[in-house]
């Protein structure tokens, strides 16, 4: 026998429902994330003011969020056990927009449409409380606020202009503190209500909220219960003892299991324990790795970085142990292997580029920030100078921990590195001048004095003549073409060591890099390949000797090659086709006829 009373909604909340309801349509299951990282807001908020007014907290409740799945109504109940509303806080915070960070959202969103913007992009917003309307007819929320000794219910149904709020009288649905909600879903959206379901989606999106999250499972334990019984088995005194011991306990549990049992579904803390990377082990790195990524293999490397000051951002990044199948197709940012979260609530793992260049898209990891929006959208991403900052030094985090394995005792490590992940680094000494002079002492090669293990550019320098200046390769299609061309035969005398270019990215990614340790990279295929020992005399007696037979086979070639010349580059070959200073190599041409077809 309460009265409710009726308020009308702020112009600007209508506006902003009736867009969320309309344009968020395919992505529906935000609304979870939304409404769960309310409920860690509003415990978060409890926990901070608790330490100052102890008062607050006289109720000794757990903190923690409850969700509880009623398959049969379509109904969902998100219960919080913190810091609740006020009658007037109902208002202000569910009546009105007061929030600068919503107002933006409604001016990008605005932009973003009058751009011709698509509006799968609205998925990365943030849409905050009024997202429980993509799924419900009627949304009620029941809250206690430590502040006020009374309870309020706040009710709203979607495609409503007004709500309405009254004091909670049913002695049955009094909270000591905090809020519940209750979602009445629409009949279409009536599928959410799935124990399983809400277990998946907390498991994507609020994996890491700090606080434990629980739901009801039915029946849980009797099955797992009835398995490993084998009377057979108990022949002697001393295991039938122990099988009564075991029959004892699994009757236990079944007796637990009737009804329902309540189920953690989150890793609650996990990232708030991983703060401090001298008391995490290897064991919980490769751990989180599995449970976050789905991985049955431990990583190869893994790194973990807090950063505080100017940014305050962690990150726990990993090397996979390989690559993923159909390796060929490297290029392919979007493999969705970083993970962003804000505040630990899960914003997007669909990144392309912005927290990591392409060519380093096979590096998995999560990052944690407290300092973006959670209504963070891609152009937020890509403008934010914070965005960049963080991507600066997840870059350089990167490569230190590939250093690492490079670095590592077990030569076969990085072997299996370079193996799967070797292209990825050449690509970036095509596409990442800045970190070229990191990417470069990562680079392996086979080479004329190494053809069965693979070297290392510092490998290659130590081994360098005295008075060698260059650093030579080859480009050839194989090790062994490669160790079988004539061009090799002078180096080959005086000892000097080649780099067999084989894999068709090689030779652009070293022409990219251009040189090592202020050595340049000279193709000992071009024409002008100087090895500082000409002898003038003995070259003018040659050219006197043969000028006559170069000029007779340039007339019977005539336009096949650009001209015919004396060298002294062959020892034992008569005569050896070279690409102009200025032109392709014969590698190069191998590879523009190849893409041309
Ligand atoms: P935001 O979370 O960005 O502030 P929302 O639309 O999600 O925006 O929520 C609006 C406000 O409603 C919150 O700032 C908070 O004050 C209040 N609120 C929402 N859910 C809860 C809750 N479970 N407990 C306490 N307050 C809440
Ligand atoms: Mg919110």
Redesign the pocket.
């Known amino acids: 026998s309460t009265s409710s009373d009726r308020y009308e909604y702020q112009a600007e909340v209508s506006r902003l429902m009736d867009l969320i309801v309309n344009s968020l349509y395919s992505n529906k299951e935000v609304f979870l994330r939304?409404l769960i990282s309310?409920?860690s807001?509003?415990l978060d908020k409890l926990r901070f003011l608790g330490v100052t007014e102890p008062e607050l907290l006289k109720d000794a409740v757990d903190f923690d969020i409850r969700i509880q799945a009623d398959k049969d109504n379509g109904v969902i109940t998100i219960t919080?056990t913190?810091?609740?509303?006020t009658r007037q806080e109902l208002v202000d915070?569910?009546g009105t927009i007061a929030?600068s960070?919503?107002a933006k959202f409604l001016k990008a969103l605005k932009d973003n449409k009058d751009a011709g913007g698509d509006n799968n992009l609205i998925g990365q917003f943030g849409v905050?409380?009024?997202s429980a309307f993509l799924v419900s007819d009627k949304v009620t929320v029941s809250?206690k606020s430590p502040k006020s000794d009374k309870q309020y219910v706040w009710e709203g149904e979607a495609n409503a202009s007004s709500y309405t709020i009254r004091e909670e009288t049913d002695p049955e649905k009094l909270i000591p503190r905090g809020?519940r909600l209750t979602l009445h879903l629409k009949r279409d959206d009536k599928g959410f209500a799935n124990p399983e379901r809400i277990e998946k989606l907390v498991k994507n999106y609020s994996q890491f909220v700090s606080f434990p999250i629980y739901t009801w499972q039915e029946k849980g334990y009797t099955k797992e219960v009835e398995v490993d019984e084998d009377p057979t088995e108990a022949k002697k005194d001393e295991e039938d003892g122990r099988l009564r011991r075991r029959r004892r306990l699994r009757l236990l549990l079944s007796a637990t299991g009737i009804g329902s049992s309540l189920m953690k579904l989150n890793q609650f803390g996990l990232l708030v324990q991983l703060r401090n990377p001298k008391e995490v082990t290897k064991e919980d790195y490769n751990e989180f790795y599995k449970k976050t990524f789905n991985e049955y293999l431990d990583p190869l490397a893994s790194s973990h970085c807090t950063t505080e000051g100017e940014v305050e951002f962690r990150s726990i990044l990993y090397v996979p142990a390989f690559a993923p199948m159909g390796k060929d197709d490297i290029i392919n940012p979007k493999t969705k292997n970083i993970r962003l979260y804000v505040k630990r609530v899960f914003i997007s793992d669909d990144f392309d580029g912005e927290l990591f260049p392409r060519y380093l898209s096979f590096v998995k990891g999560v990052v944690d920030s407290n300092d973006l929006p959670?209504n963070v959208s891609r152009e937020i991403l890509q403008e934010s100078r914070v965005v960049r900052i963080m991507r600066k030094r997840l870059v350089r985090k990167a490569f230190d921990m590939i250093l690492g394995i490079s670095m590592s005792d077990n030569r076969e490590d990085y072997e299996k590195f370079w193996e799967n992940f070797g292209k990825h680094l050449k690509l970036g000494c095509i596409e990442d001048c800045e970190n070229h002079k990191r990417i470069a002492p990562l680079l392996r090669f086979f080479s004329s004095q190494s053809e069965e293990e693979l070297i290392s550019l510092d490998e290659y320098v130590e081994n360098m003549k005295p008075d060698q200046k260059d650093i030579y390769y080859i480009a050839a299609d194989s090790v062994n073409s490669a160790k079988n061309t004539p061009f090799l035969e002078r180096l080959a005398e005086k000892d000097l060591e080649v780099l067999f270019l084989v894999d068709p990215i090689d030779e652009v990614a070293i022409q990219n890099l251009k040189s090592y340790e202020e050595k340049n990279f000279v193709d000992i295929s071009k024409e002008d390949l100087d090895l500082g020992d000409k002898n003038e005399e003995r070259e003018k007696e040659m050219k006197q000797e043969f000028g006559q037979t170069c000029d007779w086979i340039k007339k019977h070639l005539g336009d096949k090659v650009a001209s015919v010349q004396i060298s002294n580059r062959l020892s034992s070959s008569p005569c050896v086709l070279v690409s102009g200073k200025f032109g392709w190599s014969a590698n190069m041409e191998r590879l523009m006829k190849a893409q041309s077809m």
């Open positions: 939304e309310n409920a807001d509003a919080d913190g810091i609740g509303m915070c569910l929030q960070g919503t905050g409380f009024y809250t809020t959670l």
